[in-house]
């Protein structure tokens, strides 16, 4: 049984893992903490954990004990401090998958253009791996520290990068217009998120601007504008995606045949996904639609950004890191309701 | 045209007498305070304000202008605060309606056990006139006070003083569960209220021991366990209404023929109404079953809590004071969408 | 007093005319027709509705009837049915207001190969007004036949046709992404639309074949690539859309400032509006937002679906036929809640 | 591995159980049928399917397949057509689980009033074992055919039965105030169940005369007025539950530590549950307030309708009948979001 230890366990990551680790038969949360919280039942803020994991109590974060006790570490923290704690965790011997945007970066003036901020370890920057599994499966295997990708960038780059690298679209002509559930938003006190702000409504945000643009640039090798939108459901990701085509519909199918094979990313021809499809699943579906008109490719990606797009794509890097089958204690089926 | 001012004008039930007066067509609102945003233009903290009120931004509390200027106050202040505040303005000879419980108990010992506070006016408590025109016209028409009825106290009253004054029921077997949308809440940053927690989700809270029961049984004469929940959709009020029934269905038709020829209130027989419904309109709506097996009567009562339950039954009092129809400037049709 | 007829009454924007005519002063619903529904009550169908309309009954339809009695008729029939009808009512002498697609296009030619439709009507298909009172003020005041304009298309022109009217953007470079809420599907027995199926959802549909999308091009004189896909919310349209800019953000301003003065179309300059500016008023608030990197302009785009983008702009219509102020009758403030 | 073949699987509770299956350690779907829906993908009617399920189809009925192929079948079709149907597989051998109402009751007189029907095969009604598996374990573990609970009545009962037993409350005093989420109205193409009429809205149905009020007035020994009512979230049932407490909150606490031990079952005192401690998991909570006034106990019991309060506890009886843990498959944490 792997020990996993998750540090800021008590913010929406950190509970998705400990929803999703209830169920692994090969992994079992045993340290979670929260500066916040510590001391305090985990039941008393998800009161739904209490038939999984009974009294347990959030611990304070000791980065020794998590490294020594744990084989595994996840971390659940805000960028710019995840980067320290990670880098202590691994010259304490630990493994640790960051689900912050510390680790992502190849370039690291772009992250620290990108977040305004220095960062603590360009040591480690460099050496991390960025955890997208059906891209990077082999060096995942043998990381010490992995950077799990953002969740806006998992459904986009999903999407665009077989086209970019099968030469098949104009890379500098995409648009990706997202619409993510309001858990994208974490666990705040906020009157922006109160439920009378965010139900019957949506909106754009971050327009222009939105940190996950250079990530998904830089991922994917193309240009790209990027829009965000806030939609008044729980989990999941659509992102619309317009590019100019360059090639047949045919290419388009064959770039997207590298996904044959993958337990996790389907490609459905000319089916579009929608966010039911995936919501509750660790799945990207895509597909595409063609305008003649405009020559224009249209590709739907969806993901659940809780799963996919952070906890569960955080486990199928741990199942790859210890040699698991890579699907162990992840669902292939969404909620539907 | 009648000079409206509102003091607190900043939350949700501020923000629907602006709404709402917006289309009344004897009176406008010509003074909005708040003392936490005074200065800011009230389209940002409610955009769609901006149709109707441009860049009218919100002033700092002066009772001495309020008194002068308006016809009348309305107060949207939370209970406690609102006694003295509005003392003071029936000093400075300003007419006032309270949206808060402070001047709504006959019984001023069962106020100040309830919100365990000492009320600073007994005067004033003693003069205010309780604002449900359906059953106090008269005394509202020469009122400079009016003490506005609570939401869920609206829904419960009128379904269940008929009863008790016809004395078709035991008026000791009362209960009433209660389910009210998020809006009653109000505009809070408070992870409670996050959509995230509250979507997809449906709870009971002050259980036993809500304030408004005591308000509920001044005004009904029934004694009554009160059990509220919390719905996922903006507005409105269900409640369910169980007692013992000493009388024959005829009995409760002829009690409930009360409300014949009011504008408001609609007895719908056996049809029981839905909180769609009420939803937007002034209307309240009331429905009845009778359980042979048990002799019980069950009632459904709807209203809106946001309009009859608050800032359209402030207008509707504002309405009679002022000698208008009393339904100006109030809705009858619900969104229904 | 205005006497309304409208036709098909039992829809949603059937619906939506009679609660926006309750409140209305100089005009009055004083026949609902329903072929499926005749002698059957309007509460029955929609229970909001009595309050305002009592024990109405929906008419069968009576085109004679409807000429003689009604000022102007409504007509909210399906496409293709609608021409036929109105054609008949015109004969006989009424005023039309045609909710349906039938007496949109002014390329009659591009209207039959849309909806693969032959139009009976060739004559009153060149001489209707579209219903745009923006652009078409003074044809709509002396006109007796009135094509209102689509949902989609009304938030796609008001945004794009100042653009391409001032030449600001390349206007073959255009792409709506749109999002409307579920009451743009009206009133329907479909699992589609069940509301497991659309709560917690998100999907595009009609990608690149979407009707409107030949409307939005006769009337914004750009080629567009549309984009619709379905909000799990009741009402709004939010317009998320692309296009190359060729002049300068000051240029962009001046050519939204054709709104100045405008009572419901309002632009927000880089203030972004969303579902809930509007939702529940007859406003239209657009912003924008300039893209360095590209060249890009973004351009948001809010509407009510059922207010400004069917039964209200019909009121507006109707008012501007009837010489009464544009705004009567027609909400200014959304519901926020 | 255990295989599972399910009779009726395009309904949601079907659904659900491929969905739970598809994790099941030690159970699998082999065949899954669907008059209706025969030859086609079930990933065409549930997209989400195909992650676990490719290409797999819906079979026609073939009762001899069914009972020739599969360890345990799941009945998942309407009361009345399902009795017959459960009892030819039984006659050919079957091992069978019946989610509909016509194996649950013991009195079979009282069945019958309740659902108007004659039913067909006396003999298995008085063989089946009822599904409850807190209360039946060691019958189901020996039975050929169940009747697996009704999803409010489980909600009901085991709150109900522990006070009932134990003696604490007076059995002819109860009240159940349900509440359920849509997917309880099943997979519908009804206008009742448009995203546009219950989204936003919120009412009873059924009133005194629903037909789970006899299983539960059978199961729990109370005499009970039943008052469900639909909730706009898609899983979990809440019912509050009114009743005269005869003896001490001690007393209270001792009935309920009947549940200590269970994995599925969680009593927390004072402490009440909510839709979202539920929803997605097998798990049902309750909590208990006592009203001094009036003496009254009231009770909040909450479960998922479609996994405790259906396809799970199917999967939980299945899981008891075949000798495996009873929580295999079974997710002991809900969603949260």
Redesign the interface.
């Known amino acids: 049984m792997i020990s996993v230890g998750i540090v800021g366990a008590n913010g929406?990551t950190g509970?998705?893992l400990?929803?999703l680790l209830?169920?692994h038969?090969s992994a079992k949360v045993t340290l979670a903490t929260s500066r916040s919280l510590a001391g305090q039942k985990v039941a008393d803020t998800?009161?739904?954990?209490?038939?999984?994991?009974g009294d347990m109590v959030y611990s304070d974060v000791a980065l020794e004990k998590l490294a020594q006790d744990c084989d595994v570490v996840f971390a659940c923290l805000p960028h710019g401090q995840s980067a320290d704690i990670c880098g202590k965790l691994i010259d304490l011997g630990a493994k640790v998958i960051d689900l912050s945007a510390d680790y992502r970066y190849d370039d690291l003036g772009l992250y620290e253009k990108t977040y305004k901020l220095t960062h603590p370890r360009p040591d480690l920057a460099s050496e991390a791996v960025y955890g997208l599994p059906e891209y990077n499966r082999k060096a995942i295997a043998g990381a010490r520290l992995i950077g799990n990708p953002g969740c806006y960038v998992t459904a986009s780059v999903l999407a665009i990068k077989p086209l970019v690298d099968a030469g098949v679209i104009n890379p500098k002509t995409v648009?990706v217009?997202a619409?993510s559930g309001?858990?994208g938003?974490g666990?705040?006190?906020?009157?922006a998120?109160?439920?009378?702000?965010?139900?019957?409504?949506?909106?754009?945000y971050g327009?222009?601007t939105h940190r996950h643009t250079t990530e998904i640039e830089e991922k994917s090798g193309a240009?790209v504008?990027f829009?965000p939108?806030l939609?008044?459901?729980?989990?999941?990701i659509?992102a619309?995606i317009?590019c100019d085509l360059t090639a047949t519909a045919k290419d388009v199918e064959k770039a997207y045949s590298r996904y044959d094979g993958e337990?996790?990313v389907?490609y459905l021809g000319n089916?579009?996904?929608?966010?039911?499809?995936?919501?509750?699943?660790n799945?990207c579906?895509i597909g595409t639609?063609?305008?003649?008109?405009?020559g224009?490719l249209?590709v739907?990606s969806c993901i659940d950004n809780?799963i996919k797009g952070a906890s569960g794509q955080a486990i199928q890097n741990m199942n790859v890191m210890f040699g698991l089958d890579e699907s162990a204690g992840l669902?292939?089926?969404?909620?539907?309701?």
């Open positions: 929406y509970f998705e400990m929803r209830a169920c038969p998800y009161p739904t954990l209490r038939g999984a994991y648009i217009d619409k309001v858990s938003a666990r705040k006190a906020d009157v998120y109160n439920a009378n702000e965010v139900s019957e409504s949506f909106k754009a327009v222009t240009v504008t829009t939108h939609l008044p459901v729980h989990r999941g659509l619309t317009y337990q996790f389907h089916k579009l996904p929608e966010i039911k499809t995936v919501a509750g699943s799945c579906y639609a063609i305008e003649e008109k405009t224009r249209i739907v809780l669902p292939k089926v969404g909620f539907h309701l």
